[in-house]
C-alpha cells in the first residue's frame, strides 16, 4: 500500500534563481489575465517525470553526480522563468490578483528516497494503483492570501532511478509553458556540462525562451475585471482567495491508472472508418479528422461503454482547452508565458456514442466544438466563470488534459528520454491525459484514472476496436 512512508524525506531546501549579472530584475510583478483567471481556483497541475540511472560502476552517481547538476541547472533555469520562483496575491487595492517576484523568492524543493522496489511497477506499461504515485507530489504552499507557484519533488529509487515531481498552480500556466519549462531545465542540464551553482548565465535556444508580458493580451471587452469581481462574490463579500476551493476529492481504494496508445495505424484506421460512416449529407471531408479528434473520440465513446452511461435521453460532454495564441487579436508569440486557452464543449446523446456509427458521432461533435472558434475565441467568454456549463445537463462530463504536441517524452536531461511521464493531478479531475507516446514513433498516448473493474472493460474496449 502507498501511503506518506513509502518515500522518506532526504532535504527540503529552497532554490532561488541565480542573477545573471548585477543588473538583473530583483522584481516584478503582474495582473493576472482574463485566461488566468479562469484557473484562479483550480485544483494544482501535477505532472512527474520518471527517469532510468544509467549503468555505472559509482553506487553514489546520485548524489555525487546527478542531483548537483539538476540543482544547480534549475537555480539558472529560473533566470528564465522568474515568476516560477514567486508568488500570487490578490491585495485590497488591487482590481485583479498579482503574481509577483522580489529577490529572495525560491522554490520548495524536497529531496526523498523510496523505500520501495517498486520503480519498474510504477514506470512500466501495467495498471498501477492511482495512489502509488501521491508521495511523489510536492505540497504547494498555499493559503486564501498567498500561493506559490511551483514546487518540485526529486525522489531517488535507488539503483533504478529517479523522479521529478512538480505541483503547478494553473493560474500562472498553461500545459505548454510548464513543458516548455521542463524542456528548459533539461536543455541547461543535458548541454552545458560545466554548470555549477557559481555559474552566471546560460542562453536557451529561441522555441525555449519565456515571453512574459502579460500585457500582451489585449481585453476590450473587460473579461479579467468581470471575472474578478465573480470571484470576489462567491462565498460572501471580498473572497481575495487565490487557492483552490474545492474540498478533495475521496478517491476509490480501487482507482487504478492505465496508459493506452494510438499508433499511426491506428489512427489511419479510426480516419478511414469515420470517412465510410459518416452520411453523405454530413460532408466527411468537413470533419475535423485529425490526430487530437479521432483519439479523443475514440476515448469518448469507450469511456461511455465501460462505465455504462445509460438512459434514453442521457447526454455527455467532452471538454478540452485550444491553445489560442495565435488566434489572438493582435496574436501573442508562441512562447507566451501565461495562460492562453480556450475552453470548448463537445455534447453527443449517449444512444449516439454507443451505435454502431459513436465513433462518427463523436467525432462530429468535436468538430462543431472547434468551429465554434470561428464565431471568435471569446464568443459566449462573460460567462466563462459564472456559468461555463451547467453540469445538471449532462449524465457524464469528461475533459481532456495535455497535448500530444507538447512533446513530453522529449525532455532529456542527460540521462536519456523519461521512462514513463503520469499527470498525477488527473485522479483528482476526472480527466483523460492525453501525451506522445513513450514508445515513440509519432505514436499518442492517453492516460486513465478508473475503478479496476471499469478499466479492465475500457481496456478490452479499446483493444477491440482498433
Avoid at 555549477?196 to 493580451?217: G, V
Avoid at 480501487?254 to 499508433?263: E, I, P, Q, S
Amino acid at each position: 500500500m502507498a501511503n506518506s512512508n513509502s518515500v522518506k524525506v532526504v532535504e527540503v531546501c529552497r532554490v532561488a534563481p541565480i542573477p545573471s549579472s548585477p543588473d538583473s530584475i530583483t522584481s516584478d510583478q503582474s495582473l493576472l489575465t482574463l485566461f488566468d483567471l479562469l484557473w484562479l481556483r483550480f485544483s494544482p497541475v501535477e505532472p512527474v517525470y520518471f527517469y532510468e540511472i544509467p549503468p555505472t560502476s559509482n553506487p553514489n552517481i546520485f548524489y555525487d553526480s546527478i542531483l548537483p547538476k539538476l540543482k544547480a541547472s534549475l537555480s539558472l533555469t529560473l533566470q528564465h522563468f522568474l515568476p516560477l520562483a514567486g508568488n500570487l496575491t490578490w491585495p485590497q487595492h488591487s482590481p485583479k490578483p498579482v503574481l509577483s517576484f522580489v529577490q529572495g523568492d525560491s522554490v520548495s524543493l524536497i529531496i526523498a528516497e523510496s523505500n520501495a522496489n517498486n520503480f519498474p511497477y510504477l514506470s512500466g506499461n501495467d495498471f498501477v494503483e492511482a495512489k502509488e504515485y501521491h508521495p511523489l507530489i510536492p505540497p504547494l504552499e498555499v493559503s486564501d492570501e498567498r500561493a506559490a507557484v511551483m514546487a518540485i519533488q526529486i525522489t531517488l529509487f535507488p539503483n533504478r532511478g529517479f523522479s521529478i515531481g512538480t505541483t503547478l498552480h494553473h493560474a500562472v500556466l498553461d500545459g505548454k509553458n510548464s513543458c516548455s519549462f521542463f524542456k528548459a531545465w533539461a536543455h541547461i542540464c543535458k548541454h552545458d556540462t560545466g554548470i555549477t551553482s557559481s555559474s552566471s548565465s546560460i542562453s536557451l535556444p529561441d522555441n525555449l525562451k519565456p515571453f512574459h508580458d502579460r500585457n500582451a493580451i489585449h481585453d476590450p471587452k473587460g473579461l479579467g475585471e468581470l471575472y474578478s469581481n465573480e470571484y470576489l462574490n462567491q462565498e460572501g463579500p471580498n473572497n481575495r482567495s487565490v487557492t483552490h476551493r474545492h474540498p478533495p476529492r475521496v478517491l476509490p481504494e480501487d482507482l487504478v491508472r492505465g496508459a493506452f496508445d494510438f499508433t499511426r495505424e491506428n489512427i489511419k484506421t479510426l480516419r478511414e472508418r469515420v470517412v465510410k460512416t459518416t452520411r453523405a449529407s454530413d460532408n466527411p471531408s468537413s470533419l475535423h479528422l485529425s490526430t487530437f479528434s479521432l483519439g479523443c473520440a475514440y476515448t469518448w465513446i469507450c469511456l461511455v461503454k465501460a462505465e455504462e452511461i445509460k438512459g434514453e435521453d442521457s447526454k455527455t460532454a467532452m471538454i478540452f482547452g485550444v491553445d489560442v495564441r495565435s488566434r489572438l487579436d493582435p496574436p501573442v508569440p508562441e512562447t507566451y508565458f501565461g495562460n492562453c486557452i480556450a475552453g470548448r464543449v463537445a455534447v453527443a446523446e449517449t444512444k449516439g456514442l454507443t451505435s454502431e456509427d459513436g465513433l462518427a458521432v463523436a467525432v462530429k461533435a468535436i468538430t462543431e466544438a472547434l468551429r465554434s472558434l470561428d464565431d471568435g475565441v471569446l464568443d459566449g467568454a462573460e460567462l466563462w466563470v459564472s456559468k461555463f456549463l451547467d453540469f445538471s445537463l449532462y449524465d457524464k462530463i469528461y475533459s481532456i488534459a495535455g497535448s500530444q504536441r507538447f512533446e513530453v517524452y522529449g525532455t532529456d536531461f542527460g540521462w536519456g528520454r523519461p521512462k514513463k511521464f503520469e499527470l498525477v493531478s488527473i485522479d483528482k479531475t476526472d480527466a483523460v491525459s492525453l501525451m506522445d507516446s513513450k514508445h515513440g514513433g509519432g505514436a499518442v498516448e492517453v492516460g486513465l484514472a478508473l475503478k479496476k473493474p471499469q478499466m479492465e472493460v475500457f481496456a478490452s474496449l479499446f483493444a477491440k476496436g482498433l
